[in-house]
């Protein structure tokens, strides 16, 4: 089976140029696109919890999955890499048009297969020591982190922290992965830092 995949960030944009844009290649190229699959969502979100699931869930061996660019897996290098791997683990070929990417069942696509399994968990590694170092850090200089035992979350549950959690984002640090470390969510984290960045 042939899937086209669609991706973008809100419903204020339209999906209608990614599809003609796959529909264009898919003609130049004698395929056919046998199921559409479109996410309205950030690409920050566990592709297990977006519609491109539903292509994980259901593919096989030999399936081919095409989109526009490879963005559209997710947002972040680590989350594109555990998506290309999975599919290529299951022996399922991914076609990207503007990157012009191919991952398919061959010697050259088994070797990135590799590095992706590498990189990501080196990645995984460097993210937990990276969480230890700061959260070790946080006690050393008194600072409370994490949910107080008894209380329910609240608007205001990162007051105090306005200047830990601004380094860390000015130093390219994630919201998810900071969200994580203070023990929030990542709506309550994004809340906080509309509070407290200038307009």
Not at 44 to 60: A, E, H, S, Y
Not at 69 to 85: K, W
Not at 116 to 138: D, H, N, Y
Not at 155 to 166: I, P, R, W
Request: with cysteine.
């Amino acid at each position: 089976m042939t899937y086209g995949y669609i991706r973008v960030s809100t419903d204020t944009q339209n999906t209608e140029n990614q599809k003609m844009e796959i529909e264009k290649f898919c003609h130049s190229n004698n395929l056919q696109i046998d199921c559409w699959v479109e996410d309205i969502i950030s690409g920050t979100k566990d592709p297990k919890n977006r519609n491109l699931g539903k292509i994980m869930d259901n593919c096989v061996s030999g399936d081919l999955v095409i989109c526009t660019e490879l963005s559209r897996l997710g947002r972040s290098l680590l989350m594109i890499m555990n998506t290309l791997n999975f599919f290529l683990e299951h022996q399922v070929e991914i076609w990207t048009i503007k990157d012009n990417f191919r991952l398919a069942d061959d010697i050259t696509s088994k070797v990135v297969s590799f590095a992706f399994g590498l990189a990501a968990e080196i990645e995984r590694q460097l993210i937990s020591q990276r969480t230890k170092v700061a959260l070790e850090r946080a006690k050393q200089e008194g600072i409370h982190v994490g949910r107080k035992k008894g209380r329910k979350s609240s608007h205001y549950k990162l007051s105090g922290m306005e200047n830990y959690v601004l380094q860390q984002c000015k130093a390219g640090r994630s919201k998810n992965s900071l969200a994580k470390e203070l023990g929030v969510s990542w709506k309550t984290l994004d809340s906080h830092l509309k509070r407290i960045l200038p307009s």
